[in-house]
């Protein structure tokens, strides 16, 4: 019974917070701590991926109409009776996420030895705040000049995939925190930056969490498959509804809110883990 509860909430968590800017790195740090699990990690590494799964089917499933169409097995979208000529694609995708994989290929021993360093992940969770402050201020005092994701173009998306790099060299930083922050700052409207991002994820999270499941793969035995698959079905029913909902209201969810939580969050990660 308490390993199912450990399924549930552990679920919960990376469903909540793994597509939104707040850093599912502390989180996950946080609630394995306070329920005193921490010190099991290679179990807790393949859970991980596998919930971290679970959430990426979710995101799949939010934009399949829009992966289909990049992919060319769905008709390009219709506006106002005419085709789009221009549109979001798979090199728009490519100039994204390569970035961060090369950096993430080349410094790798250093990137992981940081997932330990819990002031990294404290200093990453206050910057991350700032610096999507910063960006949301910078992004209101100005017209976007991509109101909509098809409307982004090349070098927009390879300047959103140099940011992202802030998320992958400091852990705790946020993916989607630096990805939504660097679009506004590259003149992306926060709607399209947040589309942007959460399409991006599904490539890049699923080539990270497919290269770590090779080393964990050996946990993954017959007599506990049926906890991995609850915290899968957890995660992906919960970062479904997340994502749904955050675009749903995302006019009246700003990132400064966001950067508040987590300025909150790294005073309980500074009291609970560090201290």
């Known amino acids: 019974m308490v390993y199912i509860w450990i399924a549930v909430i552990l679920g919960i968590v990376e469903g909540l917070t793994e597509f939104i800017p707040v850093s599912s790195t502390g989180h996950m740090i946080l609630t394995t701590r306070l329920m005193g699990i921490a010190e099991q990690e290679d ?30 097995l769905r008709s390009r979208t219709v506006a106002q009776g005419h085709v789009r000529t221009k549109q979001l694609n798979l090199l728009h995708v490519a100039l994204g996420i390569g970035p961060a994989l090369i950096v993430a290929f080349f410094a790798r ?41 098809d409307d982004i173009t090349y070098l927009q998306a390879l300047l959103i995939g140099l ?30 930056a947040a589309d942007f991002s959460f399409l991006m994820a599904i490539p890049i999270m699923f080539l990270a969490s497919g290269y770590e499941l090779i080393d964990g793969y050996r946990m993954l035995t017959l007599d506990i498959i049926g906890f991995f698959a609850l915290g899968f079905i957890v995660s992906f029913i919960v970062a479904y509804l997340v994502v749904v909902t955050f675009l749903k209201h995302i006019q009246r969810i700003r990132l400064r809110h966001f950067a508040i939580y987590r300025f909150v969050l790294a005073g309980l990660f500074w009291f609970f883990i560090i201290r």
Do not use: C, H
């Not at 002031?119 to 005092?141: K, P």
């Not at 940011?163 to 925190?177: A, C």
């Not at 922050?181 to 590259?186: F, I, K």
């Open 43 to 72: 179990f807790l590494k393949t859970f991980e991926i596998v919930i971290q799964l679970g959430a990426i089917l979710a995101i799949t499933v939010v934009y399949w109409q829009r992966i289909l169409a990049m992919l060319g």
């Open 109 to 149: 021993d250093y990137i992981k030895s940081q997932f330990d360093n819990t002031a990294t992940i404290l200093w990453a969770l206050v910057a991350g705040g700032v610096f999507m402050w910063i960006a949301e201020w910078f992004g209101s005092r100005r017209k976007p000049a991509a109101e909509t994701m």
């Open 163 to 192: 940011y992202q790099i802030l998320s992958v060299v400091f852990p705790g930083f946020s993916r989607s925190g630096s990805t939504m922050s660097g679009g506004m700052l590259s003149g992306v409207s926060y709607r399209a």
